[in-house]
């Protein structure tokens, strides 16, 4: 990244200022039945400002880095939020003041992939798997890496200098069976450098293995049978659930606006053996997938214990949000481009793990499901949620059965939590997931296997 | 520099070891109003540039974008797309617009007027206040977006448009005492603030709606039903139409199962669906694409009969197929000769859906998801606004199952879409 120190434009800030200097560097490969369809490197870096004047906020952004840029980025933040003042004084006090600072720049590997090598390690693989598996009428291969570094300094004193690399290889593999094409995706990789997840294409096969018996088995599958069922959500599913349904509820925006959760403050929306955490950057004193040391306000980012043991215990702060609900701050403000402002955003969402074992889990299901890899999620301020089910299997008489086809399954998340009977004793995280709120957003989700009442959408 | 000397520094510096260059500048400035709790809470002013460098070199493709218009980060560009280009595998398939062209077109407001932005914003919030006293808007924005483009390549392409548009989208739901309602939204597109925005798009039917689906009941059980679908929904099931069975990437991978369907009906006979990103109905654009063509209307499917994919220069190189006069989202619809009146008396048992969130179809076109800001209907009459539904189906199947297409239209300034009653989708309750 482009080095300018923020430091000296400190005497610039009149109000309450945060200046950011951010670089995301992407690159993304996609191959299609070994056709390199995309090839492409992004780099998108530059400086922004936002300002608060009593409850009006200004941000300005540009993507030329120089120190004359500086100053007009703080000008015109400053200015807009001037201009919003004037127009309607919300006549709010200043935010809370807290001086923090952090550096958490992982140190890169010796050894930098160049794109001939990430080039020939996709096509390398794309070769081994159309050898493997010659029943696959179609293969999908992308790698996508980015790396989000930021320099930031507020007017509280506040300092961070952060790096977030991800490198992740999704792998979608298609086989037809009458004539009707079955798909099954999956990913790999997650959060540091290309050379710390992949090694050689060979290491990747024995999962790519799974994947494709797992395929196999699709091919032959069944619908679900639509309508309420006992089901174990995988742990995937679990995150997702934590994500979308339960943390999306409690940011602070969506409270104020009106969110389910801003009814139960305290009280109990869970089975009691349910606890939910929002994680900054260590969970169970493991690292995270998206560690999260100082947010982009410049506050210390703490674990947001939401649910307690069935009680809704927390929500999810900014700075602002937080002197409103007069709480801590959570450390939650996260933006994702230079040209974006500072979003109320999720870090590291999960279950905490309980105490039963997946396989008693599994032989205590007479007639249900279980539902394994997710697809894409969704859900309302209602808390109520849909989530895609790639893959999944029938459970009869406590053993699985067959594989499932597609389906999607849906609820709403306070009455799922409570039917929740069954919590797994392993906490284990996606490698790759996304957030979409205004602007798209690198998360961890994760947790533990859950058995609940769901319903699934069949036929 | 200028945009044209940035252009032709980049275009020089690839053409000097590629066979074929192609270089794309896009500078914006965008003036958005945000609201928050009710109020408008956030001015952005943002400067944006996007310089994208593509070469081919022995029928291998790179592309390396960056923001950064300086001469040595030009001449970095250069050097990382050539690396990036030699660094993949050859395609004979990759390909530049060839016929030289010099075009150029202005369109929209090219300043934004702030005021009246913000004039038009909090006279919304005021509107809903008075009307819709139960609805609470959870997010809201007014934009300005002034975008200068343009693309140069070494056939000698030279195309580059100057457009101005306000884009206005607010997210809302209705909340008393302890009940919520689903959020519902609206997105659209325009060309000056001469309107109240309370009239845009279906926006009253939506406000009206999220406060009666504070008391939603619920369905019992499944059944095979009609669903009356409204145009905003109705484009989210076209993109997923598109992207399964029309685009590149599924023609590419040859999972599109309208593949080899060309000329043949594959739809109800008075469906027909065009994509026209330079349609005089629209106030958004894009008058050409990134292979370098200025781009035309395309009739997709005509009558039922599917008449052109929606294929890339690449895409139609891969395919064999005709490349498709453009490759854009900007759909129209036909419209019909029902009323919307009409069409809820032509459903016996179904649902009026105003939104759908689901999963992503499977290659087969099978879908599945959650009915949103949806009502009950029986024997023509809407019933009430219903909860935890879900709705699947597959796609392909759906849109041979068209009962009936309205004559009214919602334009969102790039799309424009009827309302559609499709018949035979399983519905299913708790």
Same mark, same amino acid.
């Given at each position: 990244m482009i080095d300018l120190d923020l430091r000296h434009s400190a005497p610039?800030?009149?109000?309450?200022?945060?200046?950011?200097?951010?670089?995301?560097?992407?690159?993304?490969?996609?191959?299609?039945?070994?056709?390199?369809?995309?090839?492409?490197?992004?780099?998108?870096?530059?400086?922004?400002?936002?300002?608060?004047? +009593?409850?009006?906020?200004?941000?300005?952004?540009?993507?030329?880095?120089?120190?004359?840029?500086?100053?007009?980025?703080?000008?015109?933040?400053?200015?807009?939020?001037?201009?919003?003042?004037?127009?309607?004084?919300?006549?709010?006090?200043?935010?809370?003041?807290?001086?923090?600072?952090?550096?958490?720049?992982?140190?890169?590997?010796?050894?930098?992939?160049?794109?001939a090598e990430l080039v020939a390690f996709l096509t390398g693989l794309d070769r081994m798997i159309m050898a493997r598996f010659p029943k696959l009428t179609s293969r999908s291969l992308s790698l996508y890496s980015i790396s989000m570094e930021k320099k930031l300094i507020t007017s509280c004193g506040s300092e961070l200098?952060?790096?977030?690399?991800?490198?992740?290889?999704?792998?979608?593999?298609?086989?037809?069976?009458?004539?009707?094409? *079955?798909?099954?995706?999956?990913?790999?990789?997650?959060?540091?450098?290309?050379?710390?997840?992949?090694?050689?294409?060979?290491?990747?096969?024995?999962?790519?293995?799974?994947?494709?018996?797992?395929?196999?088995?699709?091919?032959?599958?069944?619908?679900?049978?639509?309508?309420?069922?006992? &089901?174990?959500?995988?742990?995937?599913?679990?995150?997702?659930?934590?994500?979308?349904?339960?943390?999306?509820?409690?940011?602070?925006?969506?409270?104020?606006?009106?969110?389910?959760?801003?009814? &139960?403050?305290?009280?109990?929306?869970?089975?009691?053996?349910?606890?939910?955490?929002?994680?900054?950057?260590?969970?169970?004193?493991?690292? &995270?997938?998206?560690?999260?040391? *100082?947010?982009?306000?410049?506050?210390?980012?703490?674990?947001?214990?939401?649910?307690? +043991?069935?009680?809704?215990?927390?929500?999810?702060?900014?700075?602002?949000?937080?002197?409103?609900?007069?709480?801590?701050?959570?450390?939650?403000?996260?933006?994702?481009?230079?040209?974006?402002?500072?979003?109320?955003?999720?870090?590291?969402?999960?279950?905490?793990?309980?105490?039963?074992?997946?396989?008693?889990?599994?032989?205590?299901?007479?007639?249900?499901?279980?539902?394994?890899?997710?697809? +894409?999620?969704?859900?309302?301020?209602?808390?109520e949620f849909m989530f895609a089910v790639t893959m999944g299997y029938e459970i009869k008489k406590g053993k699985l059965g067959r594989a499932l086809k597609d389906v999607t399954v849906s609820g709403v998340a306070f009455d799922f939590l409570k039917t929740v009977d069954m919590v797994s004793d392993e906490l284990s995280w996606c490698c790759g997931g996304f957030c979409g709120k205004k602007q798209p957003m690198i998360v961890g989700m994760g947790g533990p296997a859950v058995r609940g009442r769901i319903n699934v959408g069949g036929r | 520099m200028t945009g044209e000397r940035i252009l032709q520094t980049a275009l020089k510096g690839i053409k000097r070891t590629a066979d074929k260059g192609q270089c794309r500048l896009t500078e914006s400035r965008s003036t958005e109003l945000n609201v928050d709790e009710g109020v408008v809470k956030l001015l952005r002013t943002t400067v944006n540039s996007s310089l994208m460098l593509q070469a081919i070199r022995s029928g291998?493709?790179?592309?390396?974008?960056?923001?950064?218009?300086?001469?040595?980060?030009?001449?970095?560009?250069?050097?990382?797309?050539?690396?990036?280009?030699?660094?993949?595998?050859?395609?004979?398939?990759?390909?530049?617009?060839?016929?030289?062209?010099?075009?150029?077109?202005?369109?929209?407001?090219?300043?934004?007027?702030?005021?009246?932005?913000?004039?038009?914003?909090?006279?919304?919030?005021?509107?809903?206040?008075?009307?819709?006293?139960?609805?609470?808007?959870?997010?809201a924005t007014m934009e300005h977006m002034q975008q200068n483009d343009r693309l140069v390549n070494s056939s000698g392409v030279d195309l580059s448009s100057c457009t101005g548009v306000y884009r206005f989208t607010v997210l809302f739901l209705a909340k008393q005492n302890t009940k919520t309602s689903s959020f519902n939204y609206c997105g659209c597109s325009l060309p000056d603030l001469s309107d109240r925005l309370i009239n845009k798009g279906m926006l009253q039917l939506q406000f009206r709606q999220v406060q009666d689906q504070l008391n939603c009941g619920h369905l019992k059980g499944k059944f095979a039903g009609d669903i009356l679908m409204s145009p905003g929904c109705l484009v989210s099931f076209i993109y997923d139409y598109m992207d399964s069975?029309?685009?590149?990437?599924?023609?590419?991978?040859?999972?599109?199962?309208?593949?080899?369907?060309?000329?043949?009906?594959?739809?109800?006979?008075?469906?027909?669906?065009?994509?026209?990103?330079?349609?005089?109905?629209?106030?958004?654009?894009?008058?050409?694409?990134?292979?370098?063509?200025?781009?035309?209307?395309?009739?997709?499917?005509?009558?039922?009969?599917?008449?052109?994919?929606?294929?890339?220069?690449?895409?139609?190189?891969?395919?064999?197929h005709k490349r498709s006069p453009n490759f854009s989202p900007f759909y129209i619809v036909k419209p019909g000769d029902a009323s919307f009146d009409d069409m809820v008396r032509s459903v016996k048992r179904g649902l009026l859906l105003m939104r759908f969130s689901g999963g992503m179809p499977s290659v087969n076109g099978d879908f599945s998801g959650v009915a949103k800001n949806c009502y009950y209907i029986e024997n023509g009459k809407i019933k009430f606004p219903v909860t935890e539904t879900m709705v699947s189906g597959n796609l392909l199947k759906m849109f041979q199952n068209i009962r009936s297409i309205s004559r009214e239209r919602i334009n969102s300034g790039s799309w424009l879409l009827p309302w559609m009653v499709f018949s035979g989708l399983t519905i299913s309750g708790k």
């Open positions: 610039d800030f009149k109000h309450y200022t945060e200046l950011r200097l951010q670089e995301n560097l992407e690159h993304r490969l996609n191959l299609v039945n070994g056709s390199l369809m995309f090839n492409s490197r992004t780099m998108k870096s530059g400086l922004s400002a936002r300002t608060y004047i +009593n409850g009006s906020w200004g941000f300005a952004s540009n993507p030329v880095i120089d120190k004359q840029t500086v100053k007009s980025v703080i000008k015109e933040a400053g200015s807009n939020a001037g201009y919003l003042r004037r127009k309607s004084s919300l006549g709010k006090s200043d935010l809370p003041s807290s001086r923090r600072k952090a550096v958490d720049v992982p140190k890169e590997p010796k050894k930098h992939f160049t794109i200098h952060s790096l977030l690399p991800r490198i992740m290889i999704y792998v979608d593999l298609t086989m037809e069976y009458k004539k009707e094409p *079955i798909s099954l995706f999956d990913l790999y990789g997650g959060y540091g450098f290309f050379g710390q997840h992949f090694t050689s294409p060979d290491a990747l096969m024995p999962a790519i293995g799974k994947q494709y018996q797992a395929l196999e088995q699709k091919t032959r599958g069944v619908y679900p049978k639509a309508g309420v069922h006992t &089901c174990i959500l995988d742990a995937e599913l679990g995150g997702i659930l934590a994500h979308e349904a339960v943390g999306h509820t409690v940011e602070s925006d969506l409270v104020r606006s009106g969110s389910v959760a801003g009814d &139960c403050w305290q009280q109990l929306v869970a089975s009691p053996i349910v606890s939910l955490a929002d994680f900054a950057h260590t969970a169970l004193g493991k690292p &995270c997938p998206v560690p999260v040391r *100082i947010d982009d306000e410049g506050t210390v980012a703490e674990d947001a214990m939401i649910i307690e +043991n069935g009680i809704l215990k927390s929500y999810l702060h900014n700075k602002e949000s937080a002197m409103d609900f007069k709480m801590p701050a959570t450390g939650n403000a996260r933006a994702f481009l230079d040209s974006d402002e500072a979003l109320v955003r999720m870090r590291n969402t999960a279950i905490l793990p309980g105490n039963h074992k997946i396989d008693d889990m599994i032989a205590s299901i007479d007639e249900g499901y279980y539902l394994i890899r997710p697809g +894409n999620g969704q859900a309302d301020a209602t808390g | 291998k493709k790179g592309t390396h974008l960056i923001n950064k218009t300086d001469f040595s980060s030009i001449k970095e560009a250069v050097e990382a797309v050539m690396l990036s280009a030699d660094s993949a595998p050859a395609d004979p398939a990759h390909d530049f617009a060839h016929c030289p062209n010099k075009r150029s077109l202005i369109k929209g407001p090219q300043q934004p007027d702030m005021d009246q932005m913000h004039n038009r914003l909090t006279e919304l919030l005021a509107d809903i206040r008075e009307r819709y006293p139960l609805v609470r808007v959870r997010e069975y029309l685009c590149d990437r599924s023609m590419i991978s040859g999972t599109s199962l309208l593949r080899d369907k060309l000329g043949q009906n594959v739809a109800a006979q008075d469906f027909s669906l065009e994509s026209s990103p330079v349609s005089r109905h629209f106030c958004e654009t894009e008058w050409f694409n990134s292979d370098g063509f200025v781009q035309k209307g395309c009739r997709l499917i005509e009558d039922g009969v599917l008449k052109n994919f929606s294929l890339s220069l690449y895409g139609a190189n891969k395919t064999g």
